[in-house]
């Protein structure tokens, strides 16, 4: 089985602040990385497929590098409609999501 | 608009059965594959089941393999999960979840239902 891990669990940032959030897969996935964003009581929601394309209507301020078996998820300038958990999940294989990171407000 | 609506959740007992059901509007239900995800209250998401978009293939997480089984009807619009054998750990709100393709591949949820909550407890 593929496991995801993330980092940081926890995220204390500002509106504008550049934050970045990390996941890792235990094998090479290759770009079948997607991000999602969960706010409280609310379905996720995708961001990015493909480690770096952005879904339909999601805010440019949202980006997504990496292959393999390392990614990153990038916001520029949060806002604050940004804070909520974000969850990575790998698609090579069935799915598996990471175990999520918190963005809050610092 | 494309909605997803979960229902059948409850409190059942260790070792009872409990059928989910997700009726979808806004799409036509064939042309793509459909999943359940869960969520422990306050923890992370788990994929739990995938079914194609004809019912040729299935798949299950390791969690639930043998306990559950996953259906779907495109004629009325809707996405089964039966639970046999529950357990404790299987407490979670209940996700439906659209996949962007109709086969069981590369899955990425474009939409997602609300949730039903199911709880097991004696």
């Known amino acids: 089985d593929i496991q995801m891990t993330q980092s940081p669990s926890t995220l204390s940032a500002s509106v504008g602040d550049r934050v970045t959030i990390t996941c890792r897969a235990s094998?090479?996935?290759?770009?079948?990385l997607a991000w999602y964003q969960q706010k409280p009581g609310k379905a996720p929601k995708l961001l990015i497929y493909?480690?770096?394309r952005l879904e339909s209507g999601v805010p440019s301020r949202f980006s997504g590098t990496g292959s393999g078996t390392e990614f990153t998820l990038t916001i520029t300038s949060l806002q604050p409609d940004d804070f909520a958990t974000y969850y990575c999940?790998?698609?090579?294989?069935?799915?598996?999501f990471g175990p999520g990171t918190k963005v809050d407000i610092k | 608009e494309v909605q997803l609506v979960e229902s059948g959740g409850g409190l059942v007992q260790p070792g009872r059965s409990l059928r989910l059901s997700c009726v979808a509007s806004?799409?036509?239900?064939?042309?793509?594959?459909m999943h359940w995800v869960r969520q422990v209250p306050g923890k992370g998401l788990e994929w739990v089941s995938g079914?194609?978009?004809?019912?040729?293939?299935?798949g299950y997480a390791d969690s639930v393999k043998g306990r559950f089984t996953i259906s779907r009807d495109n004629a009325k619009n809707s996405l089964y999960l039966q639970m046999n054998s529950l357990r404790a750990e299987d407490t979670a709100l209940y996700y439906c979840?659209?996949?962007?393709?109709?086969?069981?591949?590369?899955?990425?949820?474009?939409?997602w239902g609300q949730g039903t909550l199911v709880t097991v407890s004696s």
């Open positions: 079914i194609d978009w004809n019912s040729r293939s299935t």
């Open positions: 979840a659209r996949s962007t393709r109709a086969q069981l591949l590369q899955i990425r949820f474009d939409y």
């Open positions: 999940q790998q698609y090579i294989v069935y799915s598996t």
């Open positions: 094998q090479s996935i290759s770009s079948w």
């Open positions: 493909k480690a770096s």
């Open positions: 806004g799409f036509s239900l064939d042309e793509y594959a």
